[in-house]
């Protein structure tokens, strides 16, 4: 086996690392702000309720899952407190996901401390260089066509 040195690492490779790498920062940072069962993934669940309650169907349909799959983690995200179901006042038959408070302070702790982390990257290695590098990545993400899908929410991991 031989090692791998990042600095060889194409732009895909760098900033799928770089990637995990600040997500990682983020998931111990949330831990030690009382956050420690919030998961990564949980986020692709919250992007679609930031908005306001859905139903699981229109979740699913959100997720691009099955109402089965939504409904596994609702459940989930509702024994960790983060979410709740709630009765749709426009169907009776339905119920509706809503965001708890212990919800809305996760993703509120969360950008805080990407915040805090773009802060200690800019001082660490330049503001101008950290700039740089976001302008990169996000001319990448409209070259590659996916800003709409990040506009309306819909981000979702690869296949």
């Known amino acids: ?6 600095a060889q690492a194409d732009l895909s490779l760098a900033s799928l690392f770089a990637g995990w790498a600040l997500a990682d920062e983020l998931q111990r940072r949330l831990a030690a702000d009382g956050f420690a069962d919030a998961r990564f993934a949980d986020g692709v669940v919250f992007q679609h309720l930031i908005g306001g309650p859905l139903t699981i169907g229109a979740l699913a349909e959100r997720l691009g899952v099955t109402q089965q799959a939504a ?3 609702v459940a989930d995200l509702e024994k960790r407190g983060y979410l709740s179901r709630a009765a749709d006042p426009a169907d009776a038959r339905a119920r509706l996901v809503v965001l708890t ?3 809305e302070a996760v993703i509120a702790a969360a950008r805080r401390l990407r915040g805090e982390v ?3 990257l800019r001082e660490a290695l330049g503001a101008d260089r950290i ?3 976001r302008t990169l990545l996000v001319d990448t993400l409209h070259h590659l066509g996916v800003t709409p899908t990040l506009r309306e929410r819909r981000v979702s ?3």
């Open 101 to 103: 408070a212990r919800g």
């Open 157 to 159: 991991p690869p296949r």
């Open 71 to 73: 409904s596994k983690s």
């Open 131 to 133: 700039e740089a590098a």
């Open 1 to 6: 086996m031989t090692d791998f040195d990042p």
């Open 118 to 120: 773009d802060a200690e």
